[in-house]
Nanobody, 123 residues
C-alpha cells in the first residue's frame, strides 16, 4: 500500500503563487507516475499534471506555462508549483500514484490517492 498526504493549499489572491506538496510513504515502486488532479464544486475531477519516474512530465493545456511539477526522490515528495493563479484554479487538489504512464490523464489509471488539499483563489 501507498499513502499520499498533500499539503500547502490555502487562500491566495489572483496572480499569486502556491506550492503544494505530496509526501508518499509505504510500498515503493521502481517505475511509477505521480499525478495531480483537481476538482471544483459541481465539476468532474480533471487532470492537471503528471510526472513519470523516468522524468517525462505532462500538463493540461489550462495550466501549461503556469504550473510546474517536480519531485524530490530523497524525500519521496512531489511538488506542484502554481504561479499566476486564477479564480478558475479554485478546487480541491489531489495527488495520485499509478504504475503506468499510459492513460496518465485518466483518473482511473491511478491506484493511490491522497485526501486532497483546498486551493482557493480570490479575484
Amino acid at each position: 500500500q501507498v499513502q499520499l498526504v498533500e499539503s500547502g493549499g490555502g487562500l491566495v489572491q489572483a496572480g499569486g503563487s502556491l506550492r503544494l506538496s505530496c509526501a508518499a510513504s509505504g510500498r515503493a515502486f521502481s517505475s511509477y507516475i505521480m499525478g495531480w488532479f483537481r476538482q471544483a464544486p459541481g465539476k468532474d475531477r480533471e487532470f492537471v499534471t503528471a510526472k513519470w519516474s523516468g522524468g517525462s512530465t505532462y500538463y493540461a493545456d489550462s495550466v501549461k506555462g503556469r504550473f510546474t511539477i517536480s519531485g524530490d526522490s530523497a524525500k519521496n515528495t512531489v511538488y506542484l508549483s502554481m504561479n499566476s493563479l486564477q479564480s478558475e484554479d479554485t478546487a480541491v487538489y489531489y495527488c495520485a500514484q499509478g504504475l503506468s504512464r499510459y492513460g496518465y490523464r485518466d483518473a482511473s489509471s491511478y491506484d493511490y490517492w491522497g485526501q486532497g488539499t483546498q486551493v482557493t483563489v480570490s479575484s
